[in-house]
């Protein structure tokens, strides 16, 4: 087993890598440490010729409540050149997630609030707990769901995005099948079953061809390049620089700090 201070990696004999993040007591919230090391951790899954199959799960009662909003609230003490680098290093990992070149499979044991739906998208495929529930909260803070967009829109398609993507809605693990984030629900109790069965037919193919399956597949699909990077974290620093931003992430803070 790896231990890093916010995610897990542990490896079974048979190649299977589960990757757990490891803040419960902040639901799983990304923060810089965390950002860092889930960009770490796909270059040495994706370099480690042992790991046929990766799954991403989350420690607790939540999968990822999206971007921890103390880091987030730091950034309005940030220079912009600040603020694009941090918003760039979140843009990269799920860029670097989106292209690992093993097959990326989602246990969605519980919420799953903005980023964290950046991080089901850059799964190949998700299995969810049916009592799981998922939104993209960006707006009710006053921001933009920015670097995770163009990962959304792969997975899920601009029409079906556009039914939750900017309301902020709250939506069920069936609606999150519907709209095609994640491929399955199922009683909380059955999970793990659900998730092997989706591992298990990839531990009779060949590793490499599997990755370049990925690969090939992730080229004819929409382009998620740098400059695709560059222009969604421009947009989320933008967003930390409006006094809606500071307004909302302060609130929520404040009503957070009260309970």
């Not at 987030?72 to 070149?101: D, G, V, W």
């Not at 903005?114 to 998922?134: K, P, Q, T, W």
Request: charged share 25%.
């Amino acid at each position: 087993m790896t231990s890093m201070s916010t995610i897990r990696i542990e490896r079974d004999p048979r190649g299977v890598a589960t990757l757990t993040l490891a803040r419960p007591e902040r639901h799983n919230a990304m923060n810089a440490a965390m950002i860092g090391e889930l960009a770490k951790a796909a270059k040495s899954l994706g370099e480690d010729a042992s790991v046929r199959a990766v799954v991403l799960t989350g420690e607790g009662k939540s999968f990822c409540a999206g971007a921890d909003l103390t880091w987030m609230k730091a950034q309005f003490e940030a220079s912009r050149a600040e603020r694009i680098a941090e918003a760039t290093a979140l843009a990269r990992m799920l860029k670097a997630l989106n292209e690992l070149p093993k097959p990326l499979i989602g246990r969605i044991n519980g919420q799953a609030f903005g980023g964290g739906l950046g991080l089901i998208s850059v799964c190949d495929v998700a299995v969810a707990s049916r009592a799981a529930r998922f939104a993209f909260t960006e707006t009710k803070l006053g921001l933009v769901p920015a670097t995770i967009s163009p990962f959304v829109a792969a997975k899920m398609g601009e029409a079906r995005a556009r039914r939750v993507f900017m309301s902020a809605r709250m939506f069920d693990a069936e609606e999150a099948v519907s709209l095609g984030l994640v491929s399955k629900a199922v009683e909380p109790a059955a999970l793990d079953e659900e998730v092997e069965a989706e591992v298990a037919p990839y531990l009779d193919c060949v590793g490499q061809a599997v990755g370049q399956s990925k690969a090939l597949l992730r080229a004819l699909g929409p382009v998620i390049d740098e400059a695709v990077v560059e222009r969604t974290a421009e947009a989320l620093a933008d967003t930390w620089e409006t006094e809606e931003a500071r307004s909302g992430i302060g609130a929520f803070l404040e009503r957070r700090s009260r309970r």
